[in-house]
C-alpha cells in the first residue's frame, strides 16, 4: 500500500495561525525561584518548556503551505539582518580567541556572508522538500474497521549544540517544516551569534503569523540551567545533542528525557591489500583535510600490511604537505619516522582537527576488529577491489554509514538527498544516520469504525 496524503479524518488546515494566538504576548520570563520535578530552578527554561509546548499544538496542524511561508519569511528575515548577525558573531570571534579556543573550534564559530547565504539557501531549499507530516498508509482489516498510520511531529524538539551557530538556522528551519516547536541551546562561545539568528529566525516567524515561541532561544548557557532542560519531560518530546563527546555522554546520562545520540565521529579509512592505491590516497586525503573539524572526517587510516610501505610514504608526505599531524604505530614508524607515536588514546579519539591516527594491521579481520572497538559507530571505509572483501566490511562493520571506495565525508543529509539534516544519529533506535525530515515525525494509528465492538 502506498504512501498518500490523509484528509479525510484529521484536515490540516491551510489558513494561517489564528491572530488571536499569534498576537498574544509571551508570558515573561521571571527570575523567580520554582520547583519541578525535584530540581530548585529559576523559572526561566520551565516558562520556555511550557510556551513551547502550546505553541507545538498550533504548528502541528498548520498546513504545508503555511509552514513553507514560515520558511520563506524566515530566511527573508536572515537576509535583511545579515549585518546584525556578522557584527555578533564578530564579538564571538573575539571573545573566543581571547579565551584561546583552539584554532578548530574558532573555524566552527565562525559566520561570512557564504555560510550565512547558505543557512539562508537551507531555509529556502527545505520548502522545496516533500512534508512528512500527514503522509501514511491505509489498509482496512477483516472486521471493516479502516486503520490510518500517519505521520505526526513529534512534538517539542530540545536541540543542544556546542560552536557552529549555523546548527540554530538548520534545527529551527527543519522543525518549523515537521510542525515541531524547538528549544535551541547553544554553547556559550556562540551566544551573540545564536541571539541575532533566532531574533531574525522569530522575526520572519511573526510576519508569516506563526506563534514565535515555536523557536526559542535558551540564553543563559550555564550548566544549571542545562539541567533543568533535562527534567523537562512534560513538556519536552526529545533531546537532541550535537557536539563533543563529553556534552552528549551529559545529556544521555542526565536526561529524563528521551535522547537520540548524534555527532561523535571517529572515523576509519582502511586501505585493504588489494585496493586502488591512487584511489586510497585521493579518499584519505579528502576525508582528512576537505573540513578536518566535521564529525565525518577521517580520524583513523588503517592499511594492510602488505602494501603499506609501498602506500604509507607518498600517502602520509601529502598530508603533512596538507598540515596533517601523523601518529602511527610503531609499523607505521618504521616505514614513516616523521611520524609521531601513536598512544592508545590516539585510537579512539575524535581530533576534528589536522591530526591522522595511524596504524598498519595483518588481515581485514584486524581492521574491522579495530573499528568496532574503537569507533563510534558512526561512519566507516574500506578502499578495495575486491567484491568478497567489500561485502565482508559491509556486513561486519558495526556503523550509521558504511562505505566501500568512497570518502567518508559523504555522510550528510544533502548528499543522501535527504536535503537538510538535523544530525547524525549514531544509535539504533527510532533513526540512524543523517536524521532527515521524516526522523523529525513519529507515528499515530486513526481507526475509523462503524459500530465495531470486540
Not at 99 to 125: F, H, P, T, V, Y
Not at 244 to 265: C, D, F, H, M, R
Not at 340 to 353: I, K, N, P
Amino acid at each position: 500500500m502506498g504512501k498518500i496524503r490523509l484528509r479525510f479524518i484529521i484536515s490540516l488546515t491551510g489558513k494561517a495561525v489564528p491572530a488571536h494566538f499569534s498576537n498574544r504576548k509571551s508570558k515573561p520570563l521571571f527570575l523567580r525561584k520554582t520547583q519541578y520535578n525535584g530540581v530548585i530552578c529559576l523559572g526561566i527554561v520551565l516558562d520556555i518548556a511550557k510556551q513551547a509546548k502550546e505553541a507545538s499544538y498550533i504548528l502541528s496542524n498548520a498546513s504545508t503551505t503555511v509552514k513553507n511561508n514560515a520558511l520563506e519569511m524566515m530566511a527573508k528575515a536572515l537576509e535583511e539582518m545579515k549585518e546584525e548577525i556578522l557584527l555578533a558573531n564578530q564579538e564571538d570571534l573575539e571573545n573566543a580567541k581571547q579565551k584561546g579556543l583552539k584554532d578548530a573550534m574558532i573555524e566552527r564559530l565562525m559566520l561570512n556572508d557564504k555560510r550565512i547565504d547558505s543557512m539562508i539557501k537551507g531555509l529556502l531549499d527545505l520548502v522545496e522538500l516533500p512534508d512528512p507530516v500527514g503522509s501514511g498508509t491505509v489498509f482496512k482489516r477483516p472486521n471493516g474497521l479502516v486503520l490510518q498510520k500517519q505521520r505526526v511531529p513529534l512534538g517539542v524538539v530540545g536541540i543542544i549544540y556546542e560552536s557552529r551557530p549555523n546548527v540554530t538556522s538548520d534545527a529551527a528551519g527543519l522543525c518549523i517544516k515537521t510542525g515541531n516547536a524547538v528549544i535551541l541551546r547553544g554553547g556559550s562561545e556562540a551566544i551573540n551569534s545564536n541571539k541575532a539568528i533566532v531574533k531574525a529566525l522569530c522575526k520572519g516567524l511573526e510576519e508569516a503569523n506563526i506563534p514565535k515561541t515555536c523557536i526559542q532561544l535558551i540564553e543563559d548557557t550555564s550548566r544549571e540551567r542545562i539541567q533543568e532542560l533535562f527534567k523537562m519531560r512534560e513538556y519536552v518530546d526529545v533531546l537532541i545533542p550535537r557536539g563533543g563527546a563529553a556534552l552528549i555522554k551529559n545529556v544521555v546520562e542526565n536526561s529524563q528525557i528521551p535522547v537520540i545520540e548524534t555527532g561523535v565521529g571517529n572515523c576509519h579509512v582502511y586501505v585493504d591489500e588489494f585496493a586502488d592505491l591512487d584511489m586510497a590516497t585521493r579518499i584519505i586525503i579528502n576525508a582528512k583535510t576537505s573540513r578536518p573539524s566535521v564529525c565525518n572526517a577521517a580520524e583513523t587510516l588503517l592499511v594492510h600490511k602488505n602494501v603499506a610501505k609501498e602506500f604509507l610514504p607518498k600517502a602520509l608526505s601529502e598530508l603533512k604537505k596538507l598540515g596533517v599531524e601523523i601518529r602511527g604505530c610503531e609499523s607505521t614508524l618504521k616505514i614513516y619516522p616523521d611520524a609521531r607515536l601513536a598512544t592508545e588514546e590516539d585510537w579512539a579519539t575524535e581530533y576534528l582537527d589536522l591530526i591522522l591516527a595511524v596504524k598498519v594491521v595483518d588481515s581485514i579481520e584486524e581492521a574491522i576488529s579495530h573499528i568496532n572497538q574503537y569507533g563510534t559507530s558512526h561512519s566507516e571505509a574500506i578502499v578495495t577491489k575486491d567484491y568478497d572483501r567489500a561485502n565482508q566490511f559491509l556486513a561486519r562493520v558495526d556503523a550509521a554509514c558504511v562505505y566501500v571506495n568512497a570518502s567518508t565525508r559523504f555522510t550528510d543529509g544533502g548528499e543522501f538527498g535527504m536535503g537538510a539534516e538535523i544530525g547524525i544519529s549514531t544509535q539504533k533506535l527510532h533513526a540512524r544516520g543523517p536524521m532527515g525530515l521524516e526522523e523529525l515525525t513519529t507515528v499515530k494509528y486513526l481507526i475509523m469504525g462503524n459500530g465495531q465492538v470486540r
